[in-house]
């Protein structure tokens, strides 16, 4: 197969989709989504089946049991998928929306309006579910799609791209809105991010290599995010109890997640009231620990084990029960430690100091920053997005959770009553 030809002739086709759900209204969108749920419920052994040829070649492959179980299409994961279109269902369409109208002294009216961006190509790994939550965010936001999904997943991803083109049609939308690259060779992924006369935007989901390719070969501007090195700074003005709280859950309520904590920052005045009882917590919670030449003092004290941080560990995003800690002399250098080693992605200060606390919201340089709160809240449900199809750390266009909004740009509307320029 010309792999070349055939994601152009992909491209193409998604182009002239894109022109007619830039213009659908939001009652078609709406029922697409509808019956695309009710397709996935309705055809629950299908996927089943098609699933399992998927997770006996992963078995076959050697993969381990957690990669099989990011994998599996369960009767949960079916279900959920279904009830994620719906929620986006509920979410209010932004097309169209008009904001910041202003009269001008020559009498016109000066606005903006919410737009689609166009066709999006959307490259991820593994779970074959992100294929419904893209398209379903796409259609809402009035875009076409080009997905590319993992070739682990491909039995998967086709029976479910045909569902969502079934869905489409039914609405009298255009299936081509929604074109799944059936081939596995990873030459698609080249030649569809290298083609902005038909792609307007990609979205990578994946590991950080697959991101690392895109960001450096990609010819079409990308909305990304490469690490997840997230901090939460424990300030000597915090509230003990809080403090405790927000880290324990910061780090180990979800250990894979990319708002998850990597590094604790502690400040010295509090060091040695927080660290023992936190330390006692992640001991007891089965997390490595790390620290600087005074947190390990502390630790040890406490008869609680840490190894000495390296330089590395203060630059590393683990996703694994593994934590970073260092005591810090106060908020100045704790935003000069994330300024050198985060990843602009989520960071939290603990502090009743407001002054403090605003600070740290002025001055670290990052798409989520939060006061008194878990960076696990960094994610775009919790937001009150309804979804998001990733987390952006660019600073051009979207930026932190990408919901509907962030599928979309301004553009500027005048209304005038035969005004000419003078």
């Not at 992605?345 to 100091?353: L, N, P, Q």
Request: contains cysteine; charged residues 25%; neutral net charge.
């Amino acid at each position: 197969m010309d792999i070349d030809a055939y994601v152009a002739d992909l491209g193409r086709r998604a182009r002239r989709a894109s022109r007619a759900m830039a213009r659908a209204g939001t009652a078609a969108k709406n029922r697409a989504l509808e019956a695309t749920a009710a397709a996935i419920r309705a055809a629950a052994p299908e996927l089943k089946a098609a699933n399992a040829r998927d997770l006996e070649a992963a078995r076959a492959a050697g993969h381990d049991a957690a990669f099989v179980d990011r994998l599996a299409l369960t009767d949960a994961v079916i279900a959920g998928m279904a009830d994620g279109l719906a929620q986006i269902v509920a979410l209010p369409d932004p097309v169209g929306e008009m904001s910041k109208l202003r009269y001008r002294p020559t009498g016109i009216q000066v606005g903006q309006m919410r737009v689609p961006l166009g066709v999006i190509g959307i490259v991820y790994e593994s779970r074959p579910n992100v294929t419904i939550d893209a398209a379903g965010l796409c259609i809402k936001s009035g875009n076409a799609t080009i997905l590319r999904g993992g070739s682990e997943a491909i039995h998967s991803n086709r029976a479910l791209a045909e569902l969502i083109r079934r869905g489409l049609a039914e609405a009298g939308l255009p299936e081509d809105a929604v074109q799944l690259i059936a081939v596995t060779d990873r030459a698609a992924v080249g030649a569809l991010i290298t083609r902005p006369e038909y792609v307007d935007v990609i979205v990578p989901r994946g590991g950080k290599s697959l991101i690392e390719r895109i960001a450096r070969e990609a010819k079409v501007p990308t909305i990304k995010h490469l690490d997840g090195i997230c901090h939460v700074y424990i300030d000597d003005a915090a509230d003990p109890d809080k403090a405790i709280r927000i880290a324990d859950n910061a780090k180990t309520q979800r250990y894979s997640p990319c708002n998850t904590m990597e590094t604790l920052l502690v400040a010295e005045g509090i060091a040695g009231r927080i660290l023992p009882p936190l330390g006692r917590i992640y001991a007891d919670k089965g997390v490595e620990l790390r620290g600087d030449t005074r947190s390990r003092e502390l630790l040890a004290a406490a008869g609680i084990a840490c190894r000495e941080a390296t330089e590395e560990d203060w630059r590393t995003e683990y996703l694994a029960p593994i934590l970073a800690i260092r005591v810090v002399a106060g908020l100045d250098a704790a935003i000069e430690h994330i300024a050198t080693y985060g990843s602009q992605h989520t960071d939290a200060i603990v502090t009743e100091h407001h002054g403090r606390a605003m600070r740290f919201l002025r001055e670290v340089d990052s798409a989520s920053v939060m006061i008194n709160a878990s960076t696990r809240f960094a994610d775009g449900f919790e937001y009150g997005l309804g979804a998001e199809i990733g987390i952006s750390t660019d600073k051009l266009h979207a930026r932190g959770p990408v919901g509907l909004e962030g599928l979309t740009s301004l553009k500027y509307v005048v209304f005038g009553d035969g005004q000419v320029r003078g």
